[in-house]
C-alpha cells in the first residue's frame, strides 16, 4: 500500500473511531431531550466553530452560493435527523451497526452515480464486512432482543441519506478543498436542522437543567463533528467512496466497545464473531 493511501485509511479509521463514540454519547443525551433539539444545538455549535475557522483562515463567499452544496446540506441534515430519531427507539450498538449497513448501499449507488467499480476481492470484502453486521444486529442471536420497526427503518434511512452523501461528497472531493467544502455543508445543514426543530421539537427548555445533555451537547458538536469530518474528508480523496464505508465499519466496533463499557449494552459471542468479519473487511479492502 503507498503512503498516500495508507495515510488515507488511517486518518478514515480514526474518523470512524470518534464516531464511534457519538452513538453510547447521543443515547445518553437523547434521556433528557428531544432529538430535533438535541441534533440542532450540536450542528449549531459545530457549525458556529466552524464558520468562525473558516472566516480567519479567508474563505471565498462565493462558495456559500454553491448549489451542489446547498443540496449536500439538505442530505447531511436528513442522514443525522433519521439517525437521531432512530436512536431513540435502538441501543447504541445496534444503532452503529444498522447505520453502517452503507458498504452494500454506496457500490449499488456508486456505479451510476460515479461511474466506480470494485474489483472482486473487494466486493467480497463488502460482502464480509456487511456478514460481520448481520452478526452484530443480533438477528442471528436466538436470544432475541432488537429494535421496532420504526427504529430499525429510520436507522436505514439515515443509512441511505448517508450512502448518498458519501457518493456525492466523492464527486465534489477532487476539487473543492475541505475548508471551501464543510463550512457551506454545516450552514446549510443546520439550517434544514432549525426547521426539523420547529416541527418536531419539544420540551426545548427542560434539557439545559441536565449535564448529562450539555455535555452530550458539547462533545458531539467538537469531537464527533468537526474533527472526524475533515479526517474523513481527506481520507476520501484517495479512497473509493465504497472503499471509505468499509473502513468506517470501525465505527459499530468503538459504538459496541464503549456501550458495553460506559452504558451497559450486552456484547455476547456472536458479537465478537460479527467484529472479527468486519476487521477482516477493513484490513483487505484497506489494501
Sequence with gaps: MDGARLRAVAMTLVAAA???????????????????????????????????????SGISRRVFLDRRLMLLGFIFSLSFFFQYLGQTSTAAGEAAVLLNTTPIIVPLMSYSA???????????????????????SGILDSSGGGSGAIGV??????????????????????????????????????????????????????AWGSTAAIASVLYLSVACSI???FLWYWGLQ?????????????????????????????????????????????????R
Excluded: C
Excluded at 20 to 39: D, E, N, Q
Excluded at 114 to 136: F, K, N
Excluded at 256 to 272: C, D, N, W, Y
Design 18 to 56: 470518534l464516531w464511534g463514540t457519538s452513538f453510547p454519547i447521543i443515547k445518553v443525551g437523547l434521556r433528557g431531550i428531544s432529538p430535533a433539539v438535541f441534533l440542532f444545538f450540536r450542528f449549531l455549535i459545530a457549525t458556529s466553530l466552524l464558520l468562525a475557522i473558516a472566516w480567519a
Design 114 to 136: 460515479i461511474q466506480e467499480r470494485l474489483g472482486r476481492e473487494r466486493y467480497a470484502a463488502a460482502a464480509v464486512g456487511m456478514g460481520g453486521i448481520v452478526l452484530m
Design 227 to 229: 474533527l472526524p469530518f
Design 153 to 206: 427503518s429510520m436507522m436505514l434511512l439515515s443509512a441511505i441519506a448517508t450512502s448518498a452523501y458519501i457518493i456525492v461528497t466523492k464527486r465534489l472531493s477532487s476539487d473543492i478543498r475541505p475548508m471551501e467544502f464543510y463550512p457551506p455543508v454545516f450552514l446549510y445543514g443546520t439550517l434544514f436542522m432549525f426547521a426539523y426543530m420547529l416541527l418536531f421539537g419539544s420540551n426545548y427548555g427542560a
Design 238 to 286: 484517495h479512497l473509493s467512496a465504497t472503499a471509505s464505508s468499509v473502513v468506517t465499519l470501525f465505527e459499530p466496533v468503538v459504538a459496541i466497545v464503549v456501550s458495553v463499557a460506559f452504558i451497559g449494552e450486552v456484547f455476547g459471542i456472536v458479537q465478537l464473531a460479527g467484529t472479527a468479519l468486519i476487521f477482516v473487511a477493513i484490513l483487505v479492502i484497506s
